[in-house]
């Protein structure tokens, strides 16, 4: 099974700054079968479920505000919040998804100062 | 609108089953692959197991392997979940949650929407 890993745990940043959690699988998630890395990112607030941010490691879901951006290929990947609002405190988890069972990393959590 | 709803969470005793039942509604079901997610009390997520759009092809996580069943019902837009031998550690919130699909685009096995969940604690 690929094992998912993020980085860091949590993280504490002021309004305004820039968040940046990474993520890295065990096998690369780069899949030559359409040329695309399988992975996603989701936001989760208290109380809440997941919510969908990226997939194909890069691509934005509608809606979803463009401070968030994803990026990375092979198996590191990152999450960049541009300018934390107080909204973004939250739970940020990645997951695979190129090969079952779809692992999800262990979740970093993000407080707002 | 695009939802799913599930139900069927409860109070089990260990050794015990389950079933856990999840409603679609506001796409077309019966193209979309289907998956269980749970998340133990202040913890992360867990990928639990995941359908294919006929049924036919099914993936399980091995911390449930051989316990669970999952089955759906594209006639009536319905995602099961049976549960069998729960442990104390199966004790979680799970969420149904839509997968992929030849309508969104090849290997697409993200999730999207999720459910609000159904709690399952398993005591004695």
């Known amino acids: 099974d690929i094992v998912v890993t993020q980085s860091p745990d949590s993280l504490t940043l002021s309004l305004g700054e820039r968040a940046t959690i990474t993520c890295k699988s065990s096998?690369?998630?780069?899949?030559?079968?359409?040329?695309?890395?399988?992975l996603a990112w989701y936001q989760q607030k208290p109380g809440q479920p997941p919510k969908l941010l990226t997939y194909?490691?890069?691509t934005r879901e509608s809606g979803v505000p463009d401070r968030f951006s994803g990026s990375g290929s092979g198996t590191d990947f990152t999450l960049t919040i541009s300018s934390l609002q107080a909204e973004d405190a939250a739970v940020y988890y990645c997951?695979?998804?190129?090969?079952?069972?779809?692992?999800f990393g262990p979740g970093t959590r993000l407080e707002i100062k | 609108q695009v939802q799913v709803v599930e139900s069927g969470g409860a109070l089990v005793r260990p050794g015990g089953s389950l079933r856990l039942s999840c409603a679609a509604s506001?796409?077309?079901?019966?193209?979309?692959?289907m998956g269980w997610i749970r998340q133990a009390p202040g913890k992360g997520l867990e990928w639990i197991s995941y359908?294919?759009?006929?049924?036919?092809?099914?993936y399980y996580a091995d911390s449930v392997k051989g316990r669970f069943i999952i089955s759906r019902d594209n006639a009536k837009n319905l995602v099961y979940l049976q549960m069998n031998s729960l442990r104390g550690d199966d004790t979680a919130v799970y969420y149904c949650?839509?997968?992929?699909?030849?309508?969104?685009?090849?290997?697409?096995?993200?999730?999207?929407?999720w459910g609000q969940g159904t709690l399952v604690t398993v005591s004695s």
């Open positions: 949650a839509r997968g992929g699909s030849l309508l969104r685009e090849a290997f697409s096995d993200w999730f999207d929407p």
């Open positions: 506001g796409f077309p079901f019966s193209d979309y692959y």
């Open positions: 359908i294919g759009d006929r049924g036919v092809r099914i």
């Open positions: 096998q690369s998630l780069f899949h030559s079968r359409n040329n695309k890395n399988h």
């Open positions: 194909w490691a890069s």
């Open positions: 997951q695979q998804y190129v090969d079952p069972p779809f692992t």
